[in-house]
């Protein structure tokens, strides 16, 4: 009954370092999203990959890479961390449009 | 661009009080609207959606219709519980575009015994 797992639950960086956020969903869904929360600004799509092998841009890309390792997992790389990536990051995975389900969310401090 | 804006919060009531939390959308052409909740600590999950003109959608005493007049998607509920407590996204997206949801900023609803 897990639905969509993200690892790590927080994390703290300093600006410059990098790291890998992971998702992985047991709900056999083709299609996967990254998002970020920020305050008085809603989510806001960063990449999705609307099947095993494929990776597109959303609306806030810039300092972000995605990899869709399998059907199951879909990780979000911060290659130089910078503060205004201070966010909490969830992972999301649907099958139809009506079926949009996210994991608990990753909250990133960066210093 | 396409947008959503919601009421600003927080929105503090007190229990089995009536609930309206205000969604207006800017669209270029027909979307589907959702309503997203937040608990603490927690992902969003789907709450209710309408997928055309004059749809309502429905969940959990939650309710909202799809106004295409007004554009707008305003969330209802008669007798709020502690439990609504939380945040409420509202979004939109077109068929086709799966996953690819416009959010508003998300309106939090504090509800006291």
């Known amino acids: 009954n897990a639905g969509v797992t993200q690892t790590p639950k927080f994390q703290v960086l300093k600006t410059g370092q990098s790291m890998t956020l992971q998702c992985a969903q047991d709900m056999n869904h083709n299609s996967m999203y990254w998002y970020r929360q920020d305050p008085g600004m809603g989510l806001r799509l960063i990449y999705y990959?609307?099947?095993?092998?494929?990776?597109d841009k959303g609306e806030v890309p810039n300092g972000y890479n995605v990899s869709r390792l399998n059907k199951r997992e879909f990780s979000l790389r911060l290659e130089s961390a910078a503060p205004s990536q201070t966010s909490v990051y969830f992972c999301?995975?649907?099958?139809?449009?009506?079926?949009?389900?996210f994991g608990n969310g990753t909250r990133l401090t960066v210093t | 661009g396409d947008s959503v804006t919601q009421m600003e919060g927080p929105v503090t009531l007190s229990e089995e009080a009536f609930l309206t939390i205000n969604c207006t959308y800017t669209?270029?052409?027909?979307?589907?609207l959702f309503w997203y909740v937040q608990y603490p600590g927690e992902g969003l999950q789907l709450l209710l959606k309408a997928t055309k003109a004059d749809d309502k959608g429905s969940n959990k005493g939650f309710e909202a219709t799809y106004r295409k007049e007004t554009t707008s998607f305003h969330l209802e509920k008669g007798s709020v519980q502690v439990s609504d407590s939380a945040v409420y996204f509202c979004a939109l997206t077109y068929s086709g575009n799966t996953g690819k949801l416009i959010f508003g900023q998300g309106t939090t609803l504090q509800v006291k015994p």
């Open positions: 999301a995975s649907s099958e139809e449009l009506v079926s949009l389900h």
């Open positions: 669209a270029t052409g027909y979307p589907s």
């Open positions: 990959s609307a099947s095993e092998g494929t990776t």
